[in-house]
């Protein structure tokens, strides 16, 4: 209500890394701006492995966006799905009906300025039938959909041992091995040898098996090749079984096929490809193979100087020409910009000067102090390099309460070996034996 | 494998309050033990309103119960759903091939020693189709689902007033003014006046209503009179609204109906009877109105002395003819008696001495800084009653990691009246307006 409607509109389509810093950056300027997401939260996408993996909480790595921004007073916030974009009318659109269920809904809401910050999901190459059984890790509900097959898995193991006699092989198969799949293969390999292995009777969970399986030469394909050695040394120690150069061909409930060879799998997880929201072919612009939205220098899409793609969603590209990454960092600082942009227009700053990404480095942990980071020209691997990762992790996750929850959980895991968010949820089919039981 | 097979099978069916402190008393004693329970974690019952109302996140207030008891070597612990006792056979039997999918599955697990400790669920007396209409609270996915109903309402009637211009009631009925009726109640209300109503622009959530509806002529009805009043004095004082002497006759999606009044409701709650677990009805032997096995002194059925029912599922009576309360610490009592009456029986004691409930008081808590207790002849109220509730709950919850973090939350949640756990989760139709949207 603070919000004058004569100020200029500035809508925020999606509440991840790009969009949240965007709002930030506009917050108490004479702007009116609204946020609108379809989850009602943020999510910390670098820690989700985390909740996968049964060491945090979803409450700890996820914040209401409401709650975040709640000391801007022109900022709205909307839950809510965005099913298109008119560029020619300056609108976006909502499924009939789908904000407030009455026939009088125009589905629509206006915009001065608009900035598109709907992120990418999972790219099953082709097979969408495989998301059902390997799923991707994107949101808080992949998450705990995660968790719950993962910790099944050794729980179906136990009953059929117990009551069988049979042991039944407990293989996990990652496929890709992009930072999210290495951080879920060091991590799984982690928690079956040293947390889990006191606690059953009929099988030993540090039997179990985490084969990640990457299409390509060598893990961590985007990182310097020295890197990419020293992560796969550091994967083999904690006992996670690589397989480079393997293309999976058939994703079935208890196998996965790769090319001709079949491995069995209790549980095949997803990390091997991202696909852009759809939201962006809406805009009737070019987009990439991935179906990211290739902007101009500023961000905007030809035509529409007021209309700003950001994020997981945009194909960029610096002033040299090299790729802008589809990392959290490269998200945030084109949030920013986008932002500043808006504000420079607003007071008839004439000139856009070109978005450049700063790149201050990557880092990919693979388990419990085991990491890697390039910054650049220094490289750091193990102990050192999982620190670093530590602090600036806990240092970037929104909102102050969390950091230190997070830190008391990861203090207490780290010196007891104990995880405390093991908890299988939802589905009804919980007791029953899942598909992928194998026989 | 540490526990030998000739050594005595104890079977204990459940893992809340009962189930685990029995297991407790038989853990490293010379007897083979098996819990089983449908779910894979205990649940700290009296916080899950804490859950439901985004104060506490649910890994919080839960713990794998496989964790809890790693330490006892010779206890068991089996995921799988019960579905029937048979005690001539002394056997207890499951769904045909649901412990491992294969068709050579007994089906069933022997015991020497039984100790049903399954509960109770809700009871919508005689109206099965309001479960889905008005939730009860009993499980993680109960309070998450009430958590989700909650803030979609606000969020939905921010929608509809951004877009439509409409100021829809928005009002909370909860159904039964129990213990957990009065705590939804005062949180619910606190909620909406401290944390929600800075965080939207087009609606006040501080005008939402809540209101607690009972049967009966007086909130928490099992305590004294005057404790009685006080609390709906404190419940008053935070903005509930009591209907003491209210019957509720139907339930609908978008309203309530007591007798003959309309009462629209955008969320219903349920928390007004419970239903002992059906299996109990398979014994064979009398049960009481509410489902309950009405048990022998030693808490045993007749004709089986080795088969003990404890817990919401037992209908027990102290030797002075006064019914044993359903509330933990008798849950507790009782699963502790049973496990040392086996280790009596084992070590050739003869006489067993009946059960007998030692009543150490009882704790409501209504919101902040809210509460009654009633420690039989000295009563509290207000601050000092909460102080009570919040310095016992904590102690008993089970695992000192989660006391850490639960009292970091609720000192930060006390001093910046911030609820970090308010997130939307779980089905997809999350954006989508519920079908108890009104119009």
Known sequence: MEARNDLPHVVIVGGGFGGLYAARVLGNKPVRVTLIDKKNHHTFQPLLYQVATAGLSPGEIAAPIRGVLS????????????????????????????????????????????????GASHNYFGHPEWARLAPGLKTIE??????????????????????????DPINFVIVGAGPTGVELAG???????????????????????????????????????????????????????????ARVTQIEPDHV??????????????????????????????????????????LTIPGHPNIFVIGDLADAKNPDGKPVPGVSPAAIQMGRYAAHTILDD???????????????GSLATIGRAAAVADFGKIHLSGYIAWLAWLFIHIFFLIGFKNRLIVITEWAWAYFTFQRGARLITGNSDAVAPPEHSGT
């Open 71 to 118: 000391r801007y007073r022109n900022i709205e916030v909307l839950l809510g799905e965005v099913t298109a974009v008119d560029p020619s009318r300056n609108v976006i659109q909502f499924a009939r009906n789908e904000l407030t269920g009455d026939p009088g809904d125009p589905g629509e809401i206006a915009f001065d300025y608009l900035i598109l910050a709907t």
């Open 187 to 245: 991590t799984l390999t982690e928690i079956a040898r040293r947390v889990l292995n006191q606690e059953f009777h009929s099988i030993d969970p540090a039997r179990a098996r985490v084969i990640l399986v990457e299409a390509g030469p060598r893990v961590l394909p985007t990182y310097p090749e020295e890197l990419s050695h020293s992560a796969e040394e550091q994967l083999k120690h904690l006992g996670v079984e690589v397989m480079n150069n």
């Open 142 to 167: 992949d998450a705990t959909e995660i968790r719950r097959r993962i910790l099944l898995a050794f729980e179906l193991a136990e009953r059929r041992a117990r009551v069988l006699g049979k042991q």
């Open 346 to 360: 607003l007071t008839a700053k004439k000139s856009r000067k070109p978005f450049v990404y700063f790149d201050k």
């Open 257 to 298: 096929m790769i090319g001709d060879a079949r491995l069995p799998a209790a549980v095949t997880l997803w990390s091997a490809g991202v696909q852009a929201s759809p939201l962006g072919k809406t805009l009737g612009v070019p987009i990439d193979r991935a179906g990211r939205v290739i902007v101009e220098p500023d």
